[in-house]
């Protein structure tokens, strides 16, 4: 089957730019989910939809992130304007309802902001 | 906020040799999961305990848990070079199956 893809790998931009990131997860997963995993850290959850609704976006920054996941498949999800602390790997991973615990996970993109 | 926390950061050893990693974690849990990391195949899912087992094995992997202590261990038998990666303890909560919490990681590095 195929795996969770992601678009772009890499990006440069400088701050206060935007940048968005697409993410077409595993067939029939109903869960997405993005992550953010900055150097030498684990991925940290920023945002999980079920189908097209919004599960969990507690820690996502919402001043200057966004995400949507309109009909419930691919998803992407924006920065805006970008900070220099945003430099990192944002992963984009999803899960069956019936093994909700076991999630896959796409290369992630990696954004460097300059 | 990460909940688990893994020792050592960074192991380099032989090939052929075993490796052993440790997760400590702080709040109770559902399930806890390893994950590797490497440059080449991204983030991938290796096991999943649930908190009511103390063991379990899969190929060269052997996982424990200890919920008295909070804490996990993740051996890795006869190591080879591609086991060479980052390995993550992720904790599942009492509350939801599907919201896991990663820890800082291990390096593992496999020398020749």
């Known amino acids: 089957e195929a795996g969770v893809a992601q678009s772009p790998r890499y990006k440069i931009i400088e701050k206060r730019q935007s940048v968005a990131f697409w993410c077409n997860p595993i067939s029939g997963h109903a869960t997405l989910y993005w992550y953010q995993q900055i150097l030498g850290q684990g991925p940290k959850l920023l945002i999980q939809f079920q189908n097209n609704g919004v599960v969990d976006d507690s820690q996502l920054p919402k001043d200057r992130f966004s995400a949507e996941r309109l009909k419930g498949v691919d998803s992407t999800l924006k920065i805006q304007p970008a900070k220099l602390e945003d430099s990192a790997v944002y992963l984009c991973a999803s899960s069956s309802w019936d093994r909700a615990y076991e999630q896959y996970f796409g290369p992630g993109t990696r954004l460097t902001v300059t | 906020s990460q909940q688990g926390e893994e020792d050592p950061q960074a192991l380099s050893i032989q090939e052929g040799e075993n490796a052993t990693m440790n997760c400590s974690y702080k709040?109770?849990?559902?399930?806890l999961q390893w994950y590797r990391q490497n440059s080449g195949r991204g983030l991938v899912h290796l096991i999943l305990i649930r908190s009511n087992e103390r063991e379990k094995h899969s190929g060269r992997l052997r996982v424990t848990l200890d919920t008295s202590k909070k804490s996990s261990s993740l051996l890795i038998t006869a190591s080879r070079a591609a086991d060479t990666a980052s390995y993550f303890c992720?904790?599942?909560?009492?509350?939801?199956?599907?919201?896991?919490?990663f820890g800082k990681g291990t390096r593992l590095h496999i020398l020749p």
């Open positions: 709040t109770s849990i559902n399930n």
């Open positions: 992720a904790t599942g909560s009492m509350n939801r199956d599907d919201k896991i919490i």
